[in-house]
């Protein structure tokens, strides 16, 4: 009964580092997203993908990377990581385009 | 700016009170999400309305959509510390393929 699994939940980055997130799903839904929660802000929606090969900006793409080649996984990438970067990131997924998002536990991220 | 603007922001009562968390947007949405997220947890969603006036119960939770389907409301009834937690609305709107517009939350603490 796994859902949507993140690694890793915590991590530290120096400037100017890369890093993948991970993120998997298992229950088979063709709806994608990658999503940062910053305190006070709610979530700002990053990348999304409607299915594996396509994938599509969100509102605050810069500096983020995404690919989805199969309908289990959607890892997100950070080129360069900035402290602006610093936060709470969630990957989700649906089953249909106004669907219930089912959320991972969330990785926490700092940028030093 | 924020697209869907929570009020208030945080809200500390004691158990057994009443309260009613606001979702308001001058954008007309095609369905509202109401999602509670506990600390180191992604969003769980709670209730999803569509229709313009729509009012549905959860025990003793009850949301509201607006008729214009501009804005809803969460209201809980007596309260309990399990209550406690982030509240967040997220609105769809058009065909907008399920990219959720997050509010930036009500932070709820009911003390027992």
């Known amino acids: 009964n796994a859902g949507v699994t993140q690694t890793p939940k915590f991590r530290i980055l120096k400037i100017g580092q890369s890093m993948t997130l991970q993120c998997a799903q298992d229950?088979?839904?063709?709806?994608m997203y990658w999503y940062r929660q910053d305190p006070g802000m709610g979530l700002k929606l990053i990348y999304y993908?409607?299915?594996?090969?396509?994938?599509d900006k969100g509102e605050v793409p810069n500096g983020y990377n995404v690919s989805r080649s199969t309908t289990e996984d959607f890892p997100l990438r950070l080129e360069l990581a900035a402290p602006s970067q610093t936060s709470v990131y969630f990957c989700?997924?649906?089953?249909?385009?106004?669907?219930?998002?089912?959320f991972g536990e969330g990785s926490r991220l700092t940028v030093l | 700016t924020q697209l869907l603007e929570q009020s208030p922001q945080f809200l500390s009562i004691q158990e057994g009170e009443n309260l009613t968390v606001y979702c308001n947007s001058s954008s007309v949405f095609s369905s509202l999400q109401w999602y509670r997220q506990e600390p180191g947890e992604g969003p769980v969603l709670l209730v999803t309305?569509?229709?313009?006036?729509e009012v549905k119960k959860l025990k003793r939770l009850t949301f509201q959509f607006g008729d214009a389907r501009k804005d809803s409301s969460l209201h809980i009834t007596a309260a309990q510390p399990g209550d406690t937690g982030l509240y967040l609305c997220a609105g769809t709107r058009g065909t907008s393929y399920g990219k959720l517009t997050f509010g930036q939350g009500t932070i709820l603490t009911v003390h027992p």
């Open positions: 989700a997924s649906s089953y249909s385009s106004a669907g219930e998002l089912f």
């Open positions: 229950m088979n839904h063709n709806y």
């Open positions: 993908s409607v299915g594996a090969g396509i994938t």
């Open positions: 309305v569509v229709t313009g006036g």
